[in-house]
């Protein structure tokens, strides 16, 4: 049954990652596209407009991935899946982690867990870089003469910048989506 498979696998995503959405993605992405429910290219699309939209990353993206697998019911299993482990385990940390944040151990593994999202953060976006700056393509040095590379590295770097400037992440958004569709209109 697909609404107990939405659930369950974003129930065991949501259990077994730390670090919020971002971290989540690698694993997202692996089973997603191992269940068939999407490909990497519709994927990849997916994540930009969850980042674009209102709301927690992980939530908006596996809202989007059980609506288009299995509707509105498979939305909400997905989303239900997702949110349950970290309820549960913040009730059960908020208990117990004033008696123990001061130990070297939980300091030491939380230390750890933040080397390990970056990481998670790292590979997620190593594995989208083709479908994003190569438009699906596999990475060749031809296509970065591609009009549809070049706007897109543009619009990279001024994202980047702009994010450095300290610019308000919702200005960034809006100007990189119709960066994003002139490109389109002009080139594609």
Known sequence: MIYLKLFYTFFTIGLFTFGGGYAM?????QKVVENGWMGIEE????VAVSEST???FAINISTYVGAETAGVLGSLCATL??????FLIILIVAKVYARFKSSRIVSGAMYGLRAAVV?????????????VFFHGTDIA???IFRPEFICTAVIFSGA????????SPILIIACSAAAGILC???FL
């Open 25 to 29: 993605l690698p694993l997202i992405q």
């Open 43 to 46: 994927l990849t699309n997916f």
């Open 54 to 56: 209102p709301g927690p």
């Open 81 to 86: 899946g997702v949110v349950l482990p970290s």
């Open 119 to 131: 990481g998670l953060m790292a590979s997620a976006l190593w594995g989208m870089l083709p479908t």
């Open 141 to 143: 040095w031809g296509a």
């Open 160 to 167: 980047v910048v702009a994010a450095l400037k300290k610019v």
């Open 184 to 186: 389109g209109y002009v």
